[in-house]
Each structure stands twice: as structure tokens, then as C-alpha cells.
């Protein structure tokens, strides 16, 4: 709980400190960096670091842990750290790391405010940095005990027993454990971490959801290749892995984490709306396949929005999955429409004209802008926040929305 004497300092420095949060961010991971570079080989994401995402994401985060805290000294915002935990889990984050990510983090602090950091606001804000360390420390502790691996002990060996070419610039791999251990259990809307050698030699990790069922002895995922057409250079991992990984070939992969699932407890008879766009049907076929195996009747709206029906990623396994489910239905959108899909619409995905049942639980996956306006329009159709789950496939930038922070996460 944040100390009352805490809680006034840190009110009165918000502000300051969230007005700089991004020079301080920017200057907390060149230090951290500079003195210790084996993060930035084999843990943090240097396309984040180049975008600046990541460092949005962290003082986004600190600035909405800090706002509750001084709206309720106990709080401790779900949405928020149930986002970063399973993100430092597929990351391999342990207890250890947060002295030194606070060594860092404070010396930027005081060396961008310099002498408004007095000794008592740097206590104040010590607290609330390991309130929410602890907050995380522990969820990440019990999300490490629940996957059945040490902390930070998160990476297995596995096989691509098949590639196959989905799209011109998508690829799925298919995976079997390399160890001739099972197959750890994931959740259906997971993803993996998968942990690459780039040809400088730095590793890197990104996350991948899992395009399959979650049962089983193997594991699928399906991989867009990020090309540089928006003025950047072509992205790291994906080409790597288009480029360089075939049948036979061996990757490390992550044990499966992420907080956007099919709780098939809490939820097990709620109408879904399964809603993406582009490379986030990923999660989506996860969640029908789920379905498709536990013989589910529930009903499931399928919405898809896509450039083309031949870039329409995992297009067959969509009509194949919702075929074998009584209670689904297809309905997809495209920029440039084909034959293949007759019955599609033209355009971007429009949500007005579908209607959507009592009680629908949304799960949401895309770019960002899709994302944002189909939360909007669902919003205003009447869902509720906290059915709107929604996957980011990179740092989740909505986080210092309040509106998102506060959503309780079932
Ligand atoms: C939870 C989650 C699930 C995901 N699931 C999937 C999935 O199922 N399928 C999938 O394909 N992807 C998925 N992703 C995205 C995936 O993790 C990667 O982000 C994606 O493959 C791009 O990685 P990359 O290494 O190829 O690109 P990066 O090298 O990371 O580059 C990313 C972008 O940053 C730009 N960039 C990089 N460096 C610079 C620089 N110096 N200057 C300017 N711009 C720069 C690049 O041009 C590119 O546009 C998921 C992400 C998350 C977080
Ligand atoms: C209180 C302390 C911390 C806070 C508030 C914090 C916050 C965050 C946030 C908001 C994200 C982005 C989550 C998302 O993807 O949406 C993140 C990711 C990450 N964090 Fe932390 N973090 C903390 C401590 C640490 C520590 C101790 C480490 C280990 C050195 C660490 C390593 C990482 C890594 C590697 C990522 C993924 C980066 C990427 O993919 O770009 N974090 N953290």
C-alpha cells in the first residue's frame, strides 16, 4: 500500500515525472544497454527499441500504476499487469532484473529532473516502483509455476516437421518438441516466444500466437513477412525465419503465455465474436480450433478483414473450422474482392451492419487503428469494456488508456 506521505509527493511530481517520462525512458535503456548489452542480445526486442514503442509502453505503464495508486493506495490495475507479466514470462524475466532495471531507471530520473528529485521524492517514487515490482514479481512467479518451469527457464528446442507457404508473404511452421517431452499445455489465443540467431550474431525474441489447437503433440505458428515498404528496414525475425527455416531445421521456443485466451470456465456458453484483421486471425483460429475440438455449439461470428481473398491468411482452415462448428458464421471484407469469396463484402471491416448477440464476448486482434475503431464501434453497439478481449502484436500501446487500464480482465 502506498504510503499517505508517499501518495502526496508522488501527486505532486506526477506531472514532472510523466512529462518526462520519455526522455527519461530513452535515457534509463541507453545506460542499461550500454552497461549491460547481453539485455539487448537474447531479451528485449531491438525493433521496439528502434520504434521507441517498448519505452512508450514502459512510461505508459509506470505513469497508469502510479495514477491508480493514488486514486485507491491498495490498487493494483489487472489489465495492466496482467498484460506485462505474461509478457516478461514469454520474455524469461527474473525476480533478480528488477534491481537492476531500478538502478537504471532511477539514475535517469534524477539525472533528467536533476535537483527536483530530492531525497524524499526519490523515496516516494521508490515505493511505487516496487509496488508494482512486486505486483509483478509475483504474478510472473506463480505464471512460471502454473507453466511447470523455473523462472526464466522458459525455452525449449523444438522441430519444424512442416513449412508451408500460406500467402505470398505468410508461412506457417508446424513444431514438435525436439526433447521427446510432451508438449506443454497452452490456452487457446497464446502465444510463444520464439528465440532466433540473427547473421550479427544478437539474438533476438518475438512472440508468436499459436495457429492451432492447443491440445496435441504439435504446435503451429504462422509468420507474416514484414517487409520495409514503410520507409524502415525489412523486419528482423520474420524474414530470418522465411528466409532461413525449413523442415528439419530446430527453434527455441518459449513455454505458451498471454492473458487473451478462451477462458472455457468463465465463459463456456457466451456467444463469441472472433474480430481481426491482416495477420491477427492467428489467435482466431486457435480459439475455432479449440472449439471445433471440444464439439462446440456455442454461436461464433467470425469477422475478417483482408487486402485480397488470396492474402487472406489461414482463409481455408477458417471455412474448415467454422464448417464444423453448427453455431458459426463467416463474414469477411476485403480491399480488392476475388472470386473465391463471393460472398464477401467490399472495404473495410464495418461493424454497423452486423448484429451482434446479448452477452457477446469479443476477442479483437489487427493494427492498432483497426483495432481501435472496431473497440469504438463496439463500444457503442453497446458490448461492455470487459468483453472486448484484445491481442496487440507488439507492445501494448493502449495500456495508459484508462479506459483499457481499468477494464477488469476477466
Ligand atoms: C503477442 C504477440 C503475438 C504475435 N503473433 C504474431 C503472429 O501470429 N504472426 C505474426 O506474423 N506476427 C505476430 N506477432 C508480431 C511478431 O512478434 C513480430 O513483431 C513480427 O514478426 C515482426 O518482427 P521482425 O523481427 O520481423 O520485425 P522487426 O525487426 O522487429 O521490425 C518491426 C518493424 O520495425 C521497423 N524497424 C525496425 N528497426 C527499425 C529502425 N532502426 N528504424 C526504423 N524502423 C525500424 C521495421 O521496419 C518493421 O516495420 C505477434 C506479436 C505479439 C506481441
Ligand atoms: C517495475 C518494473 C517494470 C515495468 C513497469 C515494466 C513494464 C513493461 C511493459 C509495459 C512492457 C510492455 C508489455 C507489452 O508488451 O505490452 C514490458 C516488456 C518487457 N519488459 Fe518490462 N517492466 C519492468 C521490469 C522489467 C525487468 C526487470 C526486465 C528485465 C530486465 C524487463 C524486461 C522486459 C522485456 C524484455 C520486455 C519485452 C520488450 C519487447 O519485446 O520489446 N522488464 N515491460
Known amino acids: ?95 533478480d532484473q528488477y534491481t537492476i532495471v531500478h538502478k537504471y531507471l532511477f539514475g535517469a530520473i534524477a539525472e533528467v529532473l536533476g535537483d527536483a528529485v530530492t531525497p524524499e521524492v526519490a523515496a516516494a517514487w521508490d515505493e511505487v516502483y516496487w509496488l508494482m515490482a512486486g505486483a509483478l514479481i509475483s504474478r510472473e512467479a506463480l505464471l512460471y509455476q502454473d507453466a511447470g518451469v523455473q523462472p526464466g527457464g522458459i525455452w525449449r528446442p523444438w522441430t ?12 506457417s511452421f508446424v513444431l514438435r518438441p525436439a526433447d521427446g517431452e510432451p508438449a506443454p499445455r497452452a490456452r487457446a489465443g497464446q502465444y510463444v516466444s520464439v528465440r532466433v540467431r540473427l547473421p550479427d550474431g544478437v539474438h533476438q525474441l518475438r512472440q508468436y500466437s499459436l495457429s492451432c489447437a492447443p491440445g496435441g503433440e504439435l504446435r503451429r505458428i504462422t509468420v507474416k513477412r514484414v517487409t520495409g515498404d514503410a520507409g524502415g528496414p525489412d523486419g528482423e525475425v520474420s524474414t530470418l525465419l522465411h528466409e532461413s527455416v525449413g523442415e528439419g531445421d530446430e527453434l527455441l521456443l518459449s513455454a505458451p503465455f498471454g492473458d487473451v485466451f478462451l477462458d472455457d470456465r468463465a465463459d463456456s456458453a457466451a456467444p463469441l465474436a472472433l474480430v481481426s484483421a491482416g495477420i491477427g486471425c492467428t489467435p482466431m483460429i486457435a480459439v475455432l480450433a479449440h472449439l471445433a475440438a471440444l464439439g462446440s455449439t456455442r454461436p461464433v461470428l467470425v469477422l475478417h478483414a483482408d487486402r485480397s481473398p488470396g492474402e487472406h491468411a489461414l482463409r481455408a482452415d477458417t471455412h474448415d473450422l467454422a ?12 480491399e480488392r474482392p476475388g472470386p473465391e469469396e463471393p460472398d464477401a463484402r467490399t472495404g473495410p471491416m464495418e461493424l454497423s451492419g452486423i448484429e451482434l448477440p446479448d452477452g457477446v464476448v469479443v476477442f479483437l486482434c489487427g493494427p492498432l487503428p483497426f483495432m481501435r475503431e472496431a473497440r469504438d464501434r463496439l463500444l457503442r453497439a453497446g458490448v461492455p469494456a470487459r468483453r472486448i478481449r484484445y491481442e496487440v502484436f507488439g507492445p501494448d500501446l493502449w495500456l495508459p488508456d484508462t479506459a483499457a487500464c481499468s477494464a477488469p480482465r476477466p
Do not use: C
Request: no cysteine; net charge neutral; proline share 5%.
Open 1 to 95: 500500500m502506498l504510503s499517505a506521505e508517499s501518495a502526496a509527493l508522488v501527486r505532486a511530481t506526477l506531472p514532472a515525472v510523466a512529462g518526462a517520462l520519455d526522455e527519461i525512458t530513452a535515457r534509463f535503456y541507453a545506460t542499461m544497454f550500454h552497461d549491460r548489452p547481453e539485455l539487448l542480445d537474447g531479451m528485449f526486442n531491438r525493433g521496439n527499441q528502434a520504434s521507441g514503442a517498448q519505452r512508450r509502453a514502459l512510461a505508459g505503464s509506470i505513469a497508469g500504476f502510479a495514477s491508480a495508486l493514488l486514486e485507491d493506495p491498495t490498487a493494483r490495475p489487472d489489465a495492466l499487469l496482467s498484460r506485462i507479466a505474461h509478457k516478461h514470462a514469454a520474455v524469461g524475466v527474473t525476480d
Open 160 to 171: 519444424v516437421v512442416e513449412r508451408r507457404a500460406e500467402t505470398p508473404d505468410v508461412v
Open 323 to 334: 464448417g464444423r462448428l453448427p453455431g458459426a458464421r463467416t463474414v469477411f471484407w476485403y
